[in-house]
Each structure stands twice: as C-alpha cells, then as structure tokens.
C-alpha cells in the first residue's frame, strides 16, 4: 500500500531547539504534504512538495524529499511551545485525488 | 481566510441510527473529500465527489455510506444505520484542482459518538 509512516512517532525537545521528523512511504507518489493537528482539533496544511522537488520552504519549515529512498523529513526550527501537535504527513498518486496518511508524530515542546 | 466548516462538532447517536455530518467547503473549490480518524489511529480516506458524483471510495466507504451535494453549498455524509465502530473524527476538506492542485483544506472536524 502507499502508506506513509512517520517517525519517531514522539518527539520532545526544549524549545528553541530543532525538531526533525521524517517520514516513508512505499509507493510513487505525486505530491507529499505535511499537516499540524493540535490534539482533538482539525488538520492545518502546513507544506507540500512535488514530486519532482527536492526541498522546500515556508517561514521556519523545511522540508526534503527523496524520491530515490521514498522518504520526506520535515524540520522545524527554533521550535516554540505552540508548535506542540502532532504532525502527519500524506501522500497522493497520480490520478487520483486522495490523500494517504501516516501515523503521525507527536511534538512535544518543552517550555 | 476561507476555511472548511464542519457542523455539528460533537454527536452522539445510538446504535443503529442514521447520523448527517454537514460540511460547507470553501465557496470556489471543486473537489470535496471526507476522511476519518478513529481515536488514536491514523485518518483514513472515505470517499472524494467532483461533479456532483462520487470520483473515488475506499473500502470502508460502503453501502451504509452516502454523500450529497444537497445544494450550492453544502457537501453532507450520512450513515445510515451507525455501528459502534463508526466511532470516530470525520473531517471533511476540499480542493481547488486548478490555483492549488492537491492542496486539501480540512474542516475541524465532528466527533461521533455511537453508543
């Protein structure tokens, strides 16, 4: 399946510090998007990246993309406390419209 | 800035009833997507609607399921005979295939609650 796996599935650091997540998956893809979920709320779309990009960015998110490992890696920098949800990154394929996800990891920023 | 709106965010039903989750996509986006998430799992795709019709649906998309474009702004799910498992997060999003392709957008979600 194309699923998109995360991890670590939790992270915690002290804020100010970098948080890097990384994420697999297992088809070929067309797009690959990250979204923020605070705990029991809605998706934010936070980033995406073509499949023909290798890096992308957007204020204090950058994000890679290996199509040769089929592997993305978010990193935020000089994390905050509000940054602290959980992250998910899915994928979508060439003609079609769906998104598949992953599990997701949890940030936890230390104040 | 535009935003998915999901009504209601919580809902409670029993077993065996017929639940409507009610989304209002942003007004010029064209495709239309509900997806779930039960607690602590990921969230999975249900079904994508273009055109007023169903263009994608997944597996767990069957025939308890349904969708709707009552009118020129409402994109409804209904399930109509709800099992416990059916518990979950259901979001809805949309898309503008043509500005942003692939960009979904999702609403806050509703909680349902089978009992």
């Known amino acids: 399946s194309q699923q998109g796996e995360e991890d670590p599935q939790a992270l915690s650091i002290q804020e100010g510090e970098n948080a890097t997540m990384n994420c697999s998956y297992k088809t070929s893809i067309n797009n690959l998007q990250w979204y923020r979920q605070n705990s029991g709320r809605g998706l934010v779309h936070l980033i995406l990246i073509r499949s023909n990009e290798r890096e992308k960015h957007s204020g204090r998110l950058r994000v890679t993309l290996d199509t040769s490992k089929k592997s993305s890696s978010l990193l935020i920098t000089a994390s905050r406390a509000a940054d602290t949800a959980s992250y998910f990154c899915a994928t979508d394929r060439w003609g079609a419209q769906k998104l598949v996800f992953g599990q997701g990891t949890r940030l936890t920023i230390n104040p | 800035e535009p935003e998915v709106t999901q009504t209601p965010s919580h809902q409670v039903t029993q077993m065996g009833q017929e639940v409507i989750l009610r989304c209002v996509p942003i007004s010029n986006h064209l495709y239309f997507y509900w997806y779930r998430q039960i607690l602590g799992q990921k969230v999975e795709f249900l079904v994508s609607?273009?055109?007023?019709?169903?263009?994608?649906k997944s597996e767990i998309f069957d025939d308890q399921f349904s969708v709707e474009r009552p009118d020129g702004s409402n994109f409804t799910l209904k399930i109509r005979s709800t099992k416990l498992e059916d518990s979950a997060m259901y979001f809805c999003a949309s898309s503008d295939l043509v500005a942003q392709p692939y960009e979904q957008y999702f609403g806050p979600g509703t909680r349902l609650t089978v009992t």
């Open positions: 609607f273009y055109n007023n019709e169903i263009s994608e």
